[in-house]
Nanobody, 116 residues
Framework: QVQLVESGGGLVQPGGSLRLSCAASGNIFSINVMGWYRQAPGKQRELVAD???????NYVDSVKGRFTISRDNVKSTVSLQMNSLKPEDTAVYYC??????????WGKGTLVTVSS
């Protein structure tokens, strides 16, 4: 089992920045890919960005050039730096871990609201 605790959500004005963090505990040796998903009201959950244990990153097109994902394999953390935020980035953001055994673990989610 892997437990995830997210932090860093909140209210920000358009053009502003936020940093989300997620700390993993438990069977951390099984962690493979770490990432962030989001779900806006009335929409399906979508992948925002993920990063492999080797540091290879993947972003949804809508956040490329604005968001940066990073991970610390020693501390078992993954972060998402979000810059130039737009109202359409408003969503609940979920930390996700994919284990080497094909199991998905999810955080409880943190709300990001981009509004003036």
């Amino acid at each position: 089992q892997v437990q995830l605790v997210e932090s860093g959500g909140g209210l920000v004005q358009p053009g502003g920045s936020l940093r989300l963090s997620c700390a993993a505990s438990g069977n951390i040796f099984s962690i493979n890919v770490m990432g962030w998903y989001r779900q806006a009201p009335g929409k399906q959950r979508e992948l925002v960005a993920d990063i492999t244990s080797g540091g290879r990153t993947n972003y949804v097109d809508s956040v490329k050039g604005r968001f940066t994902i990073s991970r610390d394999n020693v501390k078992s953390t993954v972060s998402l730096q979000m810059n130039s935020l737009k109202p359409e980035d408003t969503a609940v953001y979920y930390c996700n871990i994919k284990s080497r055994y094909g199991i998905d673990y999810w955080g409880k989610g943190t709300l990001v609201t981009v509004s003036s």
